[in-house]
């Protein structure tokens, strides 16, 4: 019998083994120390931190005018306290990494569970006042339990439903059903309906599922905002090995040489190595010598990043009825939950957390109505919503020409298919991003393999 698999634990061939290590399939020639990073993102940014402590040469090419990737704090003019996330948000009780990393860059962290309200069919439930039914509670008990059994070919075969389909097949009622469409697809970016059972059911059956109240890996928030983090891995780098607005568009390997030359921005950047964090979305949009593997290129193709739009909207009174105040809504808005939470003062943020169909509408309205339409979804909460918003700012992640996406997607039948193809290094190339890791759509993904490719270079 094969060993059980997981998504933090996933074997099959693939470039990605326990232990938080991502190694080649095929080792890499002696390291000459130096290596170009593409994406100043987590991932990124963690490589070039622990190559350059061991003495490395690195050079990180960043196509935005920041860095940070979709790990980003903004902070309103009117209110340059208060700081909110457009990208990337928590850190949970396991993101190892995350904690061990911060712990070691001196980045302090804060509390930052929620209680969660539920506003469904025009009535507001109060936190413990809500959830599934006896029928569902039970069938999810009876699957969780099965699940921890399942063999590997039972694995994938998993993958080859959608979460909402398997839902139904365990036993789930239709209503049930209907709620967890609301809930769920705020963890994986899509509707229910087209991401893999098996990458939600992994995740699902190694928490409290059944719990509305379940903090599903939302228990801790950098304070001051993600950007800190950002700034404390590059304050870890030499002065001028983060290159902002470099678009790569050409990465050529010599083989004789035994080096990667990185065309960006236009300039060239020669190393030993290269570490490719960007997005999968990336990949065939640069030229690659030797070309990437069809099936490689084949998979970037196939793998979509979640359609979801953050608009954070500032107040000039918490007017919601809890500091530790989050929203789930069948309304446009998807999600509430308070963006200040733990930050002193009168104002206050709330942030809508849209994704799939309603990600796409609210990015299509204007600023005004995507206000207005925060302002009807909120008007159940409390009248005084209208009266005190002061401004609102939104990032739809679709439409970031950079990402194309939230986070990666894994659809019915890819998870096993396209993710080890993805993962798999291209000669003195290496891959690193939350879209290939075990903590899949997290930032601990990201670092967890930023650290990955780094050790291997170390270590080959």
Known sequence: MTNPITRRSFLAGTALLG????????????PQ???VIVGAGLAGLTAAWRLSSAGWKVTVLEARNRPGGRAWTYRFPQAPELSCEMGGEWIGKEHTRMLAITSELKVPLEPH?????????????TPGNWGLSPQSKAAWEKFRATYAHYSEQEKRRLDQYDWWTWLGKIGYTRDDRALREIIDPTDFGESTRVVSAFSVGDEYTQGDYANPQATDE???????????????LIARLPAGSVHLGKAVTAITQNSARGTVTIEAGGETFTADSC????????????????ALPAAKAEAAEQLEYGRIIKTQLLFDRRFWPAEDFSLMTDETAHQFYHSTFGQQGQRGILCSYACGDKADVLAAQSKVERQQQMIRDLAVVSPKAAGALLDSFDQPWQED???QGAYAVYRPGQWFRVRP??????????FAGEHIADWQGFMEGAVTTGEAAAHHLLHA
């Open 421 to 430: 193809l993805l993962a798999a290094p291209h000669g003195r190339v290496l």
């Open 113 to 125: 569970a929620y209680h969660v309200w539920l506003l469904r069919h025009g009535h507001l439930y």
């Open 33 to 35: 120390h130096s290596c």
């Open 19 to 30: 232990a938080d290590l991502l190694l080649c399939a095929q080792p890499l020639a002696r």
């Open 218 to 232: 939302m228990d801790f928030h950098v304070r001051g905002g993600n950007s800190e983090l950002v700034k404390a």
């Open 401 to 403: 020409p950079w990402a």
């Open 275 to 290: 570490v490719f964090t960007a997005p999968a979305t990336m990949l065939n949009s640069i030229r690659w010598d030797p």
